[in-house]
């Protein structure tokens, strides 16, 4: 599949859609508390998704069961919500959504931690975070994918972190995945050349241990293979000649952001 430039009218509405998933984002993040299953989470979220008269892409997506991807601790991506997992004080718990908005998708995805978490988890939750907004710096119009990946990658390396390899990020669209793949780690070839009005979803994914992840029996879960903590941070952003424009945030929540680019 080509890469596409978006549109005027599809990236109006690719901002609308990212609008919302940042605004179902902060909602579910304020009800997430120990002693919900995961699949209280799930639920909770596919009710704030068609509040907004979003269709939760997920749900189905090569037959995956769920609206709201729930992973937590060792678990890096695409945990499968369960009435049987219980959130428990000190877990960190990541959030990764997709919607529908007329037509067009947004991909965001967080990790939280809930009551009191160790020191050491608090810091991979914001170094995670840390290195998608470093990727994302150089995401410019005449820039090359390469630099989003290495950006990513030597954030992550120099604060001593895994950085997950067997998952990418990807264009968006009308479909969740488009092209590029947009990965994680350092690339030696530059990769497309970046133009004003493509969609990316940047989503790093880093372990306090190794890279190395494993799949579960259910072949959707992701594990670290050593089960160290892991921890995934992702938006949809728009390329403009100027920079990045998240579209899958709200300026709430981008404004309580520590975002000093160290
Ligand atoms: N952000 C994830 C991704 O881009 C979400 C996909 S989960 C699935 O791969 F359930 F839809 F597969
Ligand atoms: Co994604």
């Not at 995961?38 to 909770?44: A, F, G, I, P």
């Not at 945990?79 to 000190?90: A, L």
């Not at 903590?229 to 000649?241: G, K, R």
């Not at 709430?252 to 520590?258: A, R, V």
Request: charged share 25%; glycine share 10%; with cysteine.
């Amino acid at each position: 599949m080509a890469v596409t430039v978006k549109s005027e009218n599809a990236i109006e509405l690719m901002r609308a859609a990212g609008n919302i998933l940042g605004r179902v984002h902060l909602e579910l993040q304020k009800s997430l508390k120990e002693g919900m299953s995961t699949k209280d989470v799930d639920r909770l979220g596919e009710e704030i998704i068609r509040s907004y008269g979003c269709i939760p892409s997920f749900l189905g997506y090569q037959g995956y069961p769920a609206s709201v991807c729930v992973s937590v601790n060792d678990e890096v991506v695409h945990g499968i919500p369960s009435d049987k997992r219980i959130i428990k004080d000190g877990d960190i718990v990541s959030l990764d959504i997709g919607v529908i908005y007329k037509g067009y998708h947004s991909d965001a995805a967080r990790t939280h931690g809930v009551g009191n978490i160790t020191s050491e988890a608090k810091r991979l939750i914001e170094d995670t975070r840390g290195s998608f907004f470093a990727g994302i710096r150089q995401a410019k119009a005449g820039n090359h994918l390469h630099q989003i990946s290495n950006a990513v990658n030597s954030y992550a390396v120099k604060r001593g972190y895994g950085v997950v390899r067997d998952l990418a990020g990807h264009g968006i669209g009308t479909h969740l995945h488009e092209d590029p793949i947009i990965p994680n780690y350092r690339q030696i070839r530059k990769g497309l050349k970046l133009k004003s009005g493509m969609t990316l979803a940047v989503e790093p994914m880093l372990n306090i241990g190794s890279y190395a992840v494993e799949w579960l029996d259910d072949d959707w879960t992701v594990v670290t293979a050593d089960h160290t903590l892991s921890a995934h941070y992702e938006n949809t952003i728009l390329v403009t000649e100027n920079g990045p424009e998240i579209l899958s945030i709200t300026d709430e929540e981008l404004k309580s952001l520590d975002i000093t680019g160290k």
